[in-house]
């Protein structure tokens, strides 16, 4: 059994206003395990960000205890957090003139002296990221050249030159067309089994998501957080219910050890 | 390093010292190169009008435009940095227009209140004007700060501190509407721009300043940086964003408040430099940029008063207009030859 590195009990997140509080979801109790893919489900608007806004310490809690690596997520200092858990978020960064390189680099800043300094243990770590990702030969590139696809393996990259037990990725595969979506996702899979990273993200991509996580989170405004493995919410008839309150029906079959979701269409 | 941004370096460097003696040679009344040469390395009986010409006038004026350059390209780097705002510089932030406000005030109601001309007071008047200066940048730049802390959004910052700007402008109006002309005309000039207002005393505690101050900007290269991969990106490294936000804002907001007390609101070399600097070395790293900027801004500013100052041209053309005459089209020309390369690849 792999080792929880993340702990979240009765959390509840949302925003503080000034008098009052949008609690966004209601308490979820759940555990996050080092060396899987976690992949986290839902409709928009049912508080997929917010929740890794609050993981990632973006956000405070409104209530509730994040524990990672037994430590209160609280009890963290800015630096301690930047050695803990790396983000890589949806939206493209307004980048220009950085070669690829550099911008891995910068990952190593948690590490790095007053000045930003890359020594040579830096450098290394750098290009075993760069390794990692297998982009190579878009090191030396400018980021505005780069397709969505790479800028977004580019930011993968950046997050392990963070050398964090934890990655937290929102919606990195939501801008890429479907070979560059499998590319990324098999990319994280293949990370969390080979480094034991924590690897937890945000996705829009059902299909894919089923197929490729370890686990999954199936989020939403009323039901709160389901938790399982893709055959375990297939077969007890969470995925179904989760769906079918929008009005629309699925048949989920399993082919070739993989599971298919076909929607069930009005003729 | 890079090699080619050595070289790179080394031309720009090259090219200021060429104006520098371009600019202590060359000027309305017309001195034999020889003499300035002769002149500015201490050269013993030299004609003592020519020598006063060079050392009280020329040299003085060359040195407040090379910190005065250096300072607004480093001001406007940071300011577009830290507002990921191509369209941000020195003057945008009101801090230019606090000056601004802070001179009309001590121009316009001196001679509204206390009856008399500023215009008349010479020395004691210059004073004023600086002080004022600094002290309505610093005050506006205060204000922008304080709102830093509590405002999320760059653009929304960026927005109060163009309408902090507006309202400052808008007073300047009323109080000029109630002014006499020749307080309105001191007030005008100062607006104008110049490197050459400073003189003796001012000129070394300018310098000096600046020569303090320019050398700070390097110990927030990490800060930019970060900065560079927007609010969310930097956090997650590590890096406290309302801290540096503070930071690079009070410390560029100083720079522009004490160019500005010196040399009147100067408003395109800090916008257009960083560009410059950019589209030159081909980077966005704050390690090469902040001396780039440091080098061309000097540059720049050096160029801009030697126009301003040409043989044939009685007085001095105000640096204000110079700066963008001249200025506009080198970097539409640069950002243009670089945009082709870009798509050609």
């Given at each position: ?95 220009r003139n950085m070669s690829?390189?550099d ?37 030396d590139?400018m ?125 | 390093m890079k090699r080619s941004v050595i070289i790179n370096m080394l031309v720009i460097t090259t090219l200021i010292l060429v104006l520098f003696l371009l600019n202590v040679a060359l ?6 190169t020889?003499?300035a040469w002769?002149?500015l ?17 020329r040299v003085?004026q060359t040195l407040v435009a090379i910190v005065a350059g250096a300072g607004l390209a480093i001001s406007g780097l940071h300011?577009q ?114 490197f ?14 600046m020569c303090?101050?320019l050398p700070?900007s390097f110990?927030?290269t ?44 100067i408003?395109f070399l800090g916008l257009a430099v960083p560009h410059l600097c950019r589209a030159v070395f081909r980077t966005s790293d704050h390690r090469i940029l902040t001396p780039a900027c440091v080098l061309m801004g000097a540059l720049f500013a050096l160029a801009c008063s030697l126009i301003a100052r040409m ?8 640096v204000?207009?110079v700066t963008a005459l001249v200025g506009a089209p080198v970097v539409i020309s640069v950002l243009f030859r670089r945009r082709k390369e870009d798509?050609a690849e």
């Amino acid at each position: 059994m792999k080792e929880p590195t993340i702990q979240i009990e009765s959390l509840s997140t949302g925003y503080r206003g000034k008098n009052n509080v949008t609690v966004v979801a209601h308490d979820i109790n759940a555990t996050i395990r080092g060396g899987e893919l976690t992949c986290l489900l839902g409709p928009n608007g049912a508080g997929k960000s917010t929740l890794l806004r609050t993981l990632s310490a973006f956000l405070p809690p409104v209530s509730g205890n994040i524990t990672i690596m037994g430590r209160n997520l609280n009890d963290y200092s800015d630096k301690e957090l930047a050695k803990t858990i790396g983000v890589v978020l949806t939206e493209k960064t307004d980048l220009r003139n950085m070669s690829v390189e550099d911008l891995i680099g910068l990952g190593r800043s948690p590490y790095t002296g007053f000045w930003g300094t890359l020594h040579e243990d830096d450098r290394r770590v750098v290009a075993e990221a760069i390794e990692m990702v297998g982009i190579g030969p878009l090191k030396d590139r400018m980021i505005q050249t780069l397709s969505d696809g790479e800028r977004q393996k580019v930011m993968i990259a950046k997050a392990l030159a963070q050398q964090t037990p934890v990655i937290f990725l929102d919606e990195p595969t939501a801008f890429l067309d479907f070979p560059s979506k499998v590319e990324i996702m098999q990319l994280l899979h293949t990370l969390s089994r080979t480094t034991g990273k924590t690897i937890f993200l945000s996705t829009h991509d059902l299909e894919l998501a089923l197929q490729i996580a370890d686990t999954i989170w199936l989020m939403d405004k009323e039901k709160g957080v389901m938790i399982g493995t893709p055959e375990s919410l297939a077969s007890d008839g969470s995925l179904n219910s989760f769906f079918s309150q929008r009005g629309i029906e699925f048949n989920i079959h399993k082919v070739d050890g993989s599971l298919c979701i076909i929607p069930k269409l009005a003729h | 390093m890079k090699r080619s941004v050595i070289i790179n370096m080394l031309v720009i460097t090259t090219l200021i010292l060429v104006l520098f003696l371009l600019n202590v040679a060359l000027g309305s009344v017309s001195i034999p190169t020889r003499a300035a040469w002769n002149i500015l390395w201490g050269v013993p009986d030299q004609d003592p009008i020519w020598t006063n010409i060079i050392l009280k006038s020329r040299v003085p004026q060359t040195l407040v435009a090379i910190v005065a350059g250096a300072g607004l390209a480093i001001s406007g780097l940071h300011m577009q940095t830290v507002f990921r705002n191509p369209l941000a510089g020195p003057s945008v932030l009101g801090i230019c227009s606090g000056a601004s406000l802070g001179v009309a005030f001590v121009v316009l109601l001196s001679g509204s209140i206390g009856g008399v001309a500023l215009s008349r007071l010479g020395f004691a008047g210059d004073i004023a004007l600086t002080v004022g200066a600094i002290a309505g940048a610093l005050a506006v730049m205060a204000l922008i700060v304080y709102v830093s802390q509590r405002v999320k959004g760059n653009v929304t910052l960026l927005i109060i501190g163009v309408m902090i700007g507006y309202v400052a402008n808008a007073i300047i109006g009323v109080l000029k509407y109630f002014s006499v002309e020749e307080d309105i005309r001191a007030y005008v000039v100062w607006g104008l721009g110049s490197f050459s207002r400073v003189s003796g005393n001012q000129m070394s505690l300018f310098v000096t300043m600046m020569c303090i101050l320019l050398p700070l900007s390097f110990l927030l290269t990490k800060t930019l940086n970060l900065l560079l991969l927007g609010d969310a990106y930097a956090r997650n490294l590590g890096l406290n964003i309302k801290r540096a936000r503070l930071l690079v804002i009070s410390y560029s907001g100083i720079l522009v408040a004490v160019v500005t007390a010196y040399c009147g609101p100067i408003n395109f070399l800090g916008l257009a430099v960083p560009h410059l600097c950019r589209a030159v070395f081909r980077t966005s790293d704050h390690r090469i940029l902040t001396p780039a900027c440091v080098l061309m801004g000097a540059l720049f500013a050096l160029a801009c008063s030697l126009i301003a100052r040409m043989p044939g041209i009685e007085g001095a053309l105000p640096v204000n207009s110079v700066t963008a005459l001249v200025g506009a089209p080198v970097v539409i020309s640069v950002l243009f030859r670089r945009r082709k390369e870009d798509t050609a690849e």
